[in-house]
């Protein structure tokens, strides 16, 4: 039963990875990541279920607060960034080559 | 799942309504094509051009926008500890005192940086 | 879910370091936010000092009054002996990095500011400075403090995220170089972020498997669950790679030459003493205490790991022309060399024996990092430090004090006898080979060997050959600049030529091994 | 009669025994409802605001006009559909849609009485309720965001931009003040489904002041008045009502996030929608705060008055009242200023909700026997002096920040006057060098 | 008295008020007075040692210096010890005379002017060091000194050698830290498997019994030793160190440093892994061997003065290592004795070339010729000390090769005729040299060369005077040597050794 949510989170995490590897814009990159984290979240509050114990959802609860943490300091980097540069692709950030 | 049906049900109401409605728009009116009537309204002068994507817009409606999720998530905290408030008793208030007085000094500082100043 | 709660409590006095750093760091922003520009500096410092001596002292009493047997707050924070010892090694070097940091002329004057332009200028020249980073970085180190010390990954994953992401920003606060900087912190980020969530999606298949997440309940449902082991497998390898990025263990070290070289090199210095041992901590743990009963499926993996990272860390420095970029490969290939101690798990004298290794080797690497950087800060060129290797030519004749201390840190890193990382190397090899790792230690000697060379390679360049007309300026340091120098080059020399009573004291510290 | 009462309360575990057909019932029933109020409601509004300006307002469709806005209704059904070349089609559809449905939703955990036998099944007078039900209302309430946003962007262009991002600003904003105005309610009640709620505020208790026990008002709105008064404010914020009806702001935006919406059918949806919000909040308010279905006070002497299917009367009843005031506020409040609406929701709305929910909960840990008072003391003392110090730092920076502010603006008029051509109010000549203001000296963030 | 850790301490605590006084010249003087103490003081040991006491190791010092890790502080001397120490002690003070110009930028070819302080200092710290690697009795405490030596050598070459100097020093510490890792690795694989938790060298003989982990561990630490002591075909360092060097700092290398290796195979490699030991001794004699002969044959072909020095350096380090593995009481002895002589031969041969570099400014054979008219003094000492090179009888190394190679015949008859030729080819290279640099029409470069100056005579005089005395009456010294290499020999229990296989082994490679 709960297989197929177990199933889905982690197709979304796949996806979440892939996108990370594969996007150029940070912000994408940065989605993906968030992407993820909610894979994790799902995963956290299916396993709830399967043990029959408040753990998980409890976790997913501080997966948040932490993935928010997350989106306001990522977000704060990348604004400033392209800020600078004009543009959030992660190529066009090629001056830490030795 | 018991609990949950029925609001599957009002929400099959709701958008069936919705869409239907929606979607007849067009054709339940007449037709008289009109070029201007094709350009977004700007009070008759000439369209400014939209960037595709909706170009940029001001930083402040981000920072809002994190606020929004600190406080959220401060929120998220605060429900289920005032629901538990009479079992957890003094432990509870000194954690959440702390923890709000935390948010606090936070805000202090974010209303400090004018990051609550709309101008 | 309407059944009671029982209130649960909580040993604040146990858990009053990490208590006093954060509090610290909450004041600091409190005084962000209300005391006048020109006042900030002068409060911050102090109270940061302060709040890491006073950390340090309460870590000292704890130690002192015996170690209790289980762990703190309902069984979510260890404060164990190898927590304790590390918690020293973190606060002192900490400390030490805050001196560093100290020195204004590392930090941008305005973050928000775009680099070359109009605002910049002014910021610059109305003196600003962005005196938020003491309290990030005692966040920083406070997240440091609770890493290694999580007796369960819900706990453990938070603080490896209060640990990391104020070092996000920190990254990206260098004065000179601004785009190098903000680039590497977007880099850090998103590989940051990347990482640690695969640590929490392989916390979440251990959860799954397991049915909990505390370390000591995982450890006994490797013998009672059956059936689950590929939720087990794939979640330790999850798991394992998050950790594994934070220490900068190839195949996943790709960020840490970036960074150390983009980052203000104070930051540098604080990441790559203190985080190192943060990490290793949380390792030792989860590998230790939660998968033990693993052994057989994760060492031969940690194997392979620690191999590729040593000859990594080693071969890709020689090709490196950056010094902080060398320094930086030159942690992973460190790195490799901990992983050793890591793997020789065996029986309890044997773990204690590893353990003990480890703790050291940490400490003694921590203060030549650290001093490294420092001297790194003060080789300035006209566009702020003198990264370049080829800058540094005939060094020895500029400031021939100052380069000699430098041969020396050089020389520990190489772990030439009578230095710190002579003994710290010996240590861990040792313990290496009684628990049966010899091909490893080969390997790492091989690749010391080869690490040898790149350092050595600097020493030529510093004492060898004739400095360039127009070479970098000394700095004349700040005084903390000077004692963080003073005290790293003796730290390395005392623990190079008596290590015993820092051997006797982690040996105290591992006796106990962790407390499940 | 207690016993009675207390069984007619429904509690959590009355629900999902429904069968099917039942649960539709009641959806269709709520359904409908909600049209016909949406009309009742147009038509309510209008004639009332009328009123109380001396006008007549609508009188023409059918007696006293109450068909006015079925005619409305038709009309808007046979307008043109115009759709801008530039909108993102998918976008555009999809808004109004996303706008309406959360609304419905929301007001499908609202209790409305207590159990009744609807043909021979005993069933409360309540869609559904959950353990998190007042979660799920939130929920709708921030999903509904989402519309107003999509349908300012899909429409492309900056009017509806702007609004856009206004309307979801401000509403993020005061959905944080809502929520926090929640806490007070839960520490009393204990729970966060709304059937219990209410049944919570059957009967106060007692406060055991000194020796005597002095009785407790049983709703929460005087229980928790600041509670309440904060709930007030951010119900008129979050629907995008007088006084805080920017994202529509006509005098600035047209029509805000709707401009491109002409007067056709998509637009009486998303009207729609907004009036089923305003229900909705004023629902919530009811049930949160004053009683639920519950009878007001001189009715609940008369024991049947909560018993059967009475409560929908009261229910109703008080829904009007709340919306009659909305109405209110509309006809006699003037628009706030942009910066006063956030300002109002992030610096005076939340510090203030966590200061009261702070009050409260010590007081709760106070009555508590098991309460350790010195400590609770002690702490109350030490974040009150915090604030009261932070305050009074702050308010000394304020001031002088105000006085700064009114100094330049003062400088900026004199600047005004001393050029002669500018005093040609109200249009400059064209050949005029623009003016835009003295540069005001940037104040950097955080000095004083 | 400790007399050992006062050795040690005194050239460390000279090295200390040298790098600290004002003047380079106040800097020399009391570097030679640090090291002529030093010098003293080793008379008065070497005065009190007993050798036919039956403690092995006398003056022995220990103390716990790292119980952790069971490490000791812990010297002591035997006969073979003693005279190593000795050597060291007589060369530094005659070194530090010689080299009293290297650092100051003089001469013709010398680099420019650098540190003086330091270069003397270094001397002195290298000084305590080779003293102490001699002395220690304590397995890591050998191999710290061990370690530790190359750096003062290695800044010694790097900052005051010829013109590749980095080059060589970079190479010359490379090697020998790879040899020294992969010794650490046999160190610590020895004490986790002898399990004494101890690293006192006593009590860890005859500890390991199993041959595959004797073999195992004697190749750890025996490949450190013939790095150091340049056997072929580890040597490759050694031409390119030498030669960069100066003068002063090659002789200490060469004399000094390289002994270590030999002296390390002697000590640990043959007494902790007497049974592996047997096993490689074929590998380990044809390695010298080749050794004598390839060094030999290569030294003929060279051009530079220094190199060639270097490589018949290589060719009688084939000779020590060959009567070390010869485990025999003569070629043990011998190679002892060789070691001392080899130091003072080559020591005064490097000197003397130096002196005339520092003449001409070039070390190429080719820019000299007919010295011997200009300097007959210099030709004169250049000349003895070369024939001691050879071995002539009367000469110090003859008795010690003598010896080495009646010690070798008496188990590998093969080997040591084909050694013997190296003594034929040694007389080639140096007579050779000597003819084209000395003898000839005076080339037009070396006209204004002056005679050996008294600085320079006070170098060479105590040198020749210690080759002739120990050509003629080398017993003291070998009455010092045997007993502690019967000691050796006897750990290794030759006894069993069955003669007529080895033989078919020694021969058959």
């Known amino acids: 039963m709960t297989t197929h949510y177990l199933v889905l989170s982690a197709l979304l995490f796949a996806i979440g990875g892939a996108g990370v590897l594969v996007r150029r814009n940070a912000i994408v990159v940065f989605m993906c990541v968030e992407l993820m984290l909610n894979a994790c979240n799902l995963a956290f509050v299916t396993f709830a279920r399967q043990h029959g114990n408040l753990d998980g959802q409890l976790i997913a609860f501080f997966v948040m607060v932490v993935a928010a943490a997350e989106v306001v300091i990522g977000l704060a980097i990348i604004v400033m960034i392209f800020r600078t540069r004009r543009s959030a692709s992660v190529d066009d950030a090629n001056l830490l080559k030795y | 799942m018991e609990l949950y049906a029925p609001i599957l049900v009002l929400a099959v109401l709701a958008a069936g309504f919705a869409i239907f409605s929606v979607t007849i728009a067009p054709f339940t009116g007449p037709r008289r094509w009109n070029r201007a009537k094709l350009d977004a309204y700007e009070c008759g002068i000439e369209p400014t051009p939209q960037p595709v994507g909706g170009g940029r817009f001001p930083l402040k409606y981000m920072i809002t926008a994190m606020l929004f999720i600190v406080f959220d998530i401060e929120i998220i905290f605060l429900y289920p500890w005032a629901v538990a408030f009479d079992q957890l008793g003094m432990f509870g208030l000194v954690e959440m005192v702390l923890f709000i007085v935390t948010v606090l000094v936070a805000y202090a500082y974010v209303w400090r940086r004018k990051g609550l100043d709309w101008d | 879910m309407n059944g009671t709660i029982q209130a649960p409590t ?492 820092v051997l006797d004291l982690a040996d105290q510290a591992a006796s106990a091994l962790f407390i499940r | 009669m207690r016993t009675l009462l207390v069984a007619a309360d429904p509690t959590l575990a009355d629900f999902g025994k429904d069968p099917l057909w039942i649960s539709i019932i009641k959806a269709a029933v709520i359904f409908i409802v909600l049209m016909l109020g949406v009309l009742f409601g147009v038509w309510f509004e209008r004639k009332l605001i009328s009123r109380m300006q001396n006008r007549y307002g609508p009188n023409r469709a059918g007696k006293f006009g109450l068909l006015q806005s079925v005619a409305d209704g038709l009309k808007m059904g046979l307008k043109e559909d115009l759709m801008p070349r530039t909108v993102d089609k998918v976008i555009y559809f999809i808004a109004p849609v996303v706008l309406a449905v959360p609304a419905f939703l929301a007001f499908s955990v609202i209790p409305m009485g207590p159990m009744v036998s609807m043909f021979g099944v005993t069933t409360p007078l309540q869609l559904t309720d959950l353990p998190v039900a007042v979660l799920l209302v939130l929920a709708m309430a921030s999903i509904g965001v989402y519309g107003i946003v999509l349908a300012g962007w899909g429409s492309r262009s900056p009017y509806t931009i702007l609004g856009g991002l206004r309307a979801s600003a401000q509403v993020v904003s005061y959905e944080i003040a809502m929520g926090l105005s929640f806490v007070g309610v839960f520490l009393f009640a204990g729970t966060l489904s709304t059937s219990e709620i209410v049944s919570a505020q059957a009967s106060g208790g007692t406060f055991p002041l000194g020796g005597l026990n002095i009785p407790m008002p049983s709703w929460y709105m005087i229980l928790l008045i600041p509670s309440f008064l904060i709930y007030i404010v951010t119900m008129l914020g979050e629907t995008n009502r007088v006084p805080f009806d920017l994202p529509e702001g006509e005098g600035e935006l047209v029509g805000g996030f709707q401009t491109e919406y002409s007067n056709s059918l998509k637009f009486a949806v998303i009207m729609l929608a907004e009036y089923v919000n305003v229900f ?169 | 008295m400790p007399w050992l850790s006062i050795l040690m301490a005194v050239p460390v605590l000279g090295a200390v008020g040298v790098s600290l006084t004002k003047s380079d010249k106040l800097a020399k003087q009391l570097a030679l007075a640090v090291s002529l103490v030093v010098l003293a003081l080793t008379g008065v040991m070497a005065a009190q040692f007993n050798p036919s006491s039956a403690t092995r190791f006398q003056f022995a010092e220990v103390y716990d210096w790292i119980p952790r890790f069971g490490v000791h502080y812990g010297v002591g001397v035997d006969g073979i010890a003693l005279v190593l120490i000795a050597l060291s002690a007589v060369l530094v003070p005659i070194v530090i005379l010689a080299s009293w110009h290297d650092a100051d930028g003089t001469g013709a070819a010398a680099p420019p002017k650098r540190s003086v302080k330091t270069y003397f200092a270094l001397l002195l710290v290298l000084e305590a060091m080779m003293i102490g690697v001699f002395a220690a009795t304590d397995v890591f405490l050998f191999y710290v000194f061990f370690e530790a030596m190359l750096i003062p050598m290695y800044f010694m070459i790097g900052s005051y050698g010829g013109a590749q100097r980095s080059y060589a020093a970079v190479k010359f510490l490379l090697y020998s830290l790879f040899g020294g890792l992969l010794m650490l690795v046999a160190v610590i694989a020895l004490y986790v498997i002898a399990d004494k938790g101890t690293f006192m060298f006593p009590e860890l003989v005859g500890v390991i019994q199993d041959p595959n982990t004797q073999k195992w561990l004697f190749l750890g630490f025996f490949i450190a030793f013939a790095v150091k002591a340049p056997l072929w075909p580890f040597h490759t360092w050694l031409p390119d160190a030498a030669a960069q060097a100066p003068a002063g700092a090659a002789v200490l290398l060469v004399g000094v440093l390289d002994k270590v290796g030999t002296y390390g195979m002697l000590r640990f490699c043959l007494e902790l892994f007497p049974d592996a030991a047997k096993f490689f001794t074929p590998l380990v004699i044809v390695l010298s061997v080749v050794g004598i002969v390839y060094g030999a ?160 005579r006070w170098v060479v005089a105590p040198l020749i005077a210690v080759i002739i005395a120990l050509g003629f009456f080398p017993k003291p010294v070998l009455d010092v040597i045997n007993p502690a290499v019967d000691q050796t020999l006897s750990n290794v229990h030759v006894d069993q050794f069955t003669p007529a296989v080895a033989d078919k082994k020694g021969a058959g490679q």
């Open chain 3, 10 to 501: 909580i040993e604040y006095a146990l858990l009053s370091p990490m208590l006093i750093v954060f509090g610290a760091a909450i004041i600091g922003v409190l005084v962000e936010a209300f005391a006048p520009r020109y006042l900030r500096k002068s409060i911050h410092v102090p109270l940061t000092l302060l709040a890491l001596v006073g950390a340090f002292i309460t870590t000292i009493l704890t130690a002192l009054n015996g170690l209790p047997d289980k762990a703190a707050a309902m069984g979510a924070v260890a404060v164990d002996g190898p927590s304790l010892f590390i918690w020293g090694i973190i606060l002192v070097l900490a400390f030490i990095s805050v001196l560093l940091i100290n020195d204004d002329e590392q930090f941008v004057a305005q973050a928000s500011a775009v680099p070359g332009s109009t605002d910049e200028e002014e910021a610059v020249r109305s003196g600003f400075a962005q005196t938020e980073v003491y309290p990030l970085a005692l966040f920083a180190v406070g997240g440091m403090l609770l890493f290694p010390a999580s007796n369960d990954l819900l706990v453990m994953f938070v603080a490896l995220e209060v640990m990391s992401l104020p070092l996000y920003l920190l990254c990206g606060l260098a004065r000179r170089r601004r785009l190098l900087s903000q680039e590497a912190s977007v880099k850090y980020f998103l590989l940051g972020a990347f990482s640690s969530a695969f640590f929490l999606y392989g916390m979440a298949l251990v959860y799954g498997y397991a049915g909990s997440i505390e370390l000591k309940a995982i450890a006994d449902s490797l013998s009672t669950v059956t059936g689950q082991d590929t939720l087990l497998y794939i979640g330790t390898a999850m798991l394992g790679v998050g950790l594994l990025f934070k220490i900068g263990a190839a195949p996943f070290q790709a960020w840490k030459p970036d960074v150390y070289q983009g980052a203000p090199t104070a930051i540098t210095a604080l990441m790559a003493s203190t985080v190192l041992v943060a990490a290793f901590g949380a390792l030792l743990r989860v590998f230790w205490v939660a998968l033990g009963g693993l052994e057989w499926n994760w060492q031969p993996v940690m194997w392979g790991v620690a191999i590729l990272t040593m000859i990594v860390g080693a071969v890709l420095a020689i090709t490196q022309t950056d010094i902080k970029r060398m320094l930086a490969y030159s942690s992973v290939a460190h790195g490799g060399f901990l992983l050793t101690g890591v793997i020789a798990i065996g029986t309890f004298a044997q773990n204690t024996q590893a353990l003990s290794a480890i703790l050291f080797y940490l400490a003694a690497y921590g203060f030549t990092t650290v001093g490294a950087f420092a001297v790194v800060t003060m080789v300035r060129d006209a566009g702020g430090e003198a990264g370049h290797l080829s800058r540094w030519a005939g060094l020895g004749k500029r400031s021939p004090v100052l380069a000699a201390i430098f041969a020396f840190f050089l020389l520990a890193f190489a772990g030439i006898p009578l230095t710190s990382g002579f003994f710290g190397k010996y240590a861990v090899f040792a313990a290496a080979v009684s628990g049966g790792a010899l091909p490893l230690v080969i390997v790492g000697v091989v690749s010391s060997a080869i690490a040898a060379f790149f350092y050595v390679r600097v020493i030529v360049l510093m004492f060898f050959s004739e400095p360039a007309a127009d070479g970098p300026t000394i700095a004349t340091p700040t005084l903390g600049t000077s004692a963080v120098v003073a005290l790293a080059a003796a730290a390395t020399v005392v623990l190079g030529i008596f290590p015993q009573p």
């Open chain 4, 280 to 448: 909705v909040v004023s629902a919530v308010s009811i049930t949160l705060f004053m009683g639920g279905w519950r009878a007001p006070f001189p009715i609940s002497m008369w024991d049947g008055a909560n018993a059967g299917w009475w409560p929908l009367l009261w229910f109703f009843l008080k829904m009007v009242l709340v919306f009659s005031f909305f109405i209110w506020c509309r006809a006699s409040l003037p628009r706030v200023r942009y910066d006063q609406l956030m300002a109002l929701g992030w610096k005076i709305l939340i510090p203030i909700n966590l200061g009261w929910i702070l009050l409260v909960a010590t007081v709760r840990a106070m009555q508590m026997e098991s309460a350790n008072k010195s400590l609770v003391l002690i702490l109350a003392a030490i974040v009150l002096i915090g604030c009261i110090a932070i305050w009074w730092r702050f308010d000394s920076v304020l001031q002088k920040r105000k006085e700064e502010k009114a100094a330049q603006v003062q400088a900026e008029f004199e600047l005004l006057d001393a050029e002669p051509a500018a005093g040609g109010f109200p249009v400059p000549p064209l050949d005029l060098p623009h003016y835009h203001g003295v540069e005001r000296k940037e104040v950097p963030s955080g000095t004083n």
């Open chain 5, 297 to 456: 044959i290569v030294a003929i072909g060279q051009t530079d003065i220094k190199r060639l020095i270097a490589y018949t350096s290589i060719s009688h380090f084939g000779f020590i290592a060959l009567g070390v593995f010869a485990m025999t009481a003569h070629g043990g002895a011998g190679a002892t004795l060789y070691m001392v002589n080899h130091g003072f031969s080559t020591g005064a041969l490097f000197l003397i070339a130096g002196f005339l570099i520092y003449r001409r400014g070039s070390s190429q054979i080719a820019d000299y010729g007919g010295v011997q008219k200009v300097a007959p003094l210099l030709a004169g000492t250049f000349l003895i000390a070369g024939l001691s090179g050879l071995s002539l009888p009367g000469l110090s190394s003859f008795v010690s090769e003598f010896m080495v190679l009646l010690g070798t015949y008496e188990r590998y008859a093969v080997p040591a005729i084909i050694a013997t030729s190296g003594v034929i080819l040694a007389a080639i290279y140096i007579l050779w040299m000597y003819q084209r640099t000395m003898t000839g029409p005076t080339a037009e470069s070396v006209k204004g060369f002056t005679d050996l100056n008294i600085r320079e």
